[in-house]
């Protein structure tokens, strides 16, 4: 049985072998609770052989138990530093390969050569919300997603309607998946600790969108000018698509919404509402 790089004493070893130092700015804290990789592992739901993409490996650590479990690991790490490490802390942990690359410059589907898989990960905060949007928007044949992210943005992408923390974000992610928040990880199980509190999320893709609009570029486009001035009424946010006062009370009326709302009250089913009444106005304006 190989050491197991989660263990606080095992990560400080490696670390001290190969004089590393955490990134900062690529968002690096190693993960040190072998209960919380068991717990994402587990999340994943990996079964022998299945194709996993891990972002951002590190020294190894969820790559470790994810090619124990039995899954076959594709890594994509951004540090070249940290590469000789992998080498060596994966010898013998099962099916992996290592990239190295920038997962929002990768063509991912070529990668993962076209089928289907999962995705593991424990991402850098800095830069968490464009990969997940990567993930969810491009057109990849994604079963499960399991990413650990800052505790407040998983709470953003697990959001209802109505409160503070309902957004663009939750929107984009709601759209594309069913999420749910798995667990929350403390900043003591990470060295060094960061200054706020991790969460696991579990996305699990859809195999339609949970609306139906004429163009999903046209229903993020709508979704961005409401939400463009937070505290003011969807009537005046509605204006940012380019429309004038007039457009956007004929536009209101047909989806039958009250322009006095604020943009984090509405459903995905509103904003979809919205996005076909816009369309069929504009076509009718055309004419």
């Given at each position: ?14 670390l ?15 993960l ?8 994402i ?6 079964t ?27 890594a ?5 530093r ?34 289907s898989?999962?995705v593991a990960?424990n991402l850098?905060y800095?830069i968490t ?18 990413t650990m ?6 709470e ?8 503070k923390?309902?957004?663009?974000l939750?929107?984009?992610?709601q759209?594309h ?11 003591n199980?990470?060295?060094p ?42 009537s005046?946010c509605?204006?940012?698509m ?13 989806a039958?919404i009250?322009?006095?709302r ?11 509402l ?12 055309k004419?």
């Open positions: 049985m190989p050491a197991i790089i989660a263990q606080k004493e095992v990560t400080q070893h490696i001290r072998t190969f004089n590393i130092r955490a990134n900062k700015s690529l968002g690096q804290n190693f040190i609770s072998p209960e919380v990789v068991r717990l592992v587990e999340a994943a739901e990996i022998p052989d299945e194709p996993v993409l891990e972002i951002g490996p590190g020294i190894g650590t969820l790559t470790q138990g994810l090619a124990l479990a039995g899954a076959k690991v594709t994509v790490e951004l540090d070249k940290l590469l000789p490490i992998l080498d060596k802390t994966l010898e013998g942990a099962g099916q992996v390969q290592v990239i190295h690359g920038d997962i929002l410059q990768t063509d991912i589907k070529a990668l993962m050569q076209g089928q898989f999962k990960a850098p800095y919300t464009p990969i997940v949007l990567k993930l969810l928007e491009e057109d990849l044949p994604i079963e499960r997603l399991v992210v800052q505790k407040e943005v998983a953003r992408m697990v959001a209802s309607p109505g409160g923390d309902y957004g663009a939750s929107i984009a992610v759209y998946a069913e999420v749910s928040l798995a667990f929350v990880v403390p900043a199980c990470f060295m600790a960061p200054n706020v509190q991790s969460a696991v999320v579990v996305c699990k893709k859809r195999t339609q969108p949970i609306v139906e609009v004429v163009s999903e570029k046209l229903f993020f486009r709508v979704v961005k000018a409401a939400f463009s001035q937070r505290r003011k009424m969807l005046n509605l204006k940012n380019g429309v004038d006062s007039q457009f956007v009370e004929n536009w209101l009326q047909t039958a009250d322009g006095k604020r943009a984090e009250t509405l459903s995905l089913q509103e904003f979809a919205l996005t076909n009444s816009f369309a069929t106005l504009q076509e009718a304006v004419k």
